[in-house]
């Protein structure tokens, strides 16, 4: 994981992970949150590269990708299913496993209080 300053990038800070990253996204002010191939959800410092915490086995396969609301962190994964876990304390609050293949994105509508989940279509 690398944060990486746009005027002239320059790399500010970065972390390694005990297997590939597949995905990152911001958290609060001061957090970032990645994806690894190992299933877990780790969490680091955004000033120095700090881990910070971890869910483990958040996906049986890949973490695809993550959103962050307001209460919650939203995962999807590699097993097509989509994980909700409390911003607060990490702990796992819900599972919807709707989708056959993994998710490719999630989107949190700031304005109406729901969620999007993308994963490819279906073919029948």
């Known amino acids: 994981m690398r944060i990486v300053d746009l005027t002239d990038y320059s790399v500010l800070v970065s972390a390694r992970g005990p297997s590939e990253g597949t995905c990152v996204v911001w958290f609060g002010e001061d957090k970032v949150l990645t994806g690894w191939a190992d299933g877990a959800l780790r969490i680091y410092a955004a ?63 700031r304005y109406i209080p729901s969620l999007r989940l993308f994963s490819p279509p279906r073919r029948f």
């Open 47 to 109: 000033a120095d590269g700090a881990p910070m915490g971890q869910i483990p086995k958040c996906h049986r396969g890949r973490v695809t990708c993550i959103a962050v609301g307001q209460e919650f962190i939203f995962t999807g994964g590699d097993d097509g299913a989509m994980r909700v876990w409390s911003a607060h304390n990490l702990e796992f609050v819900a599972q919807y496993s709707e989708h056959g293949k993994a998710l490719t994105a999630l989107l949190v509508d």
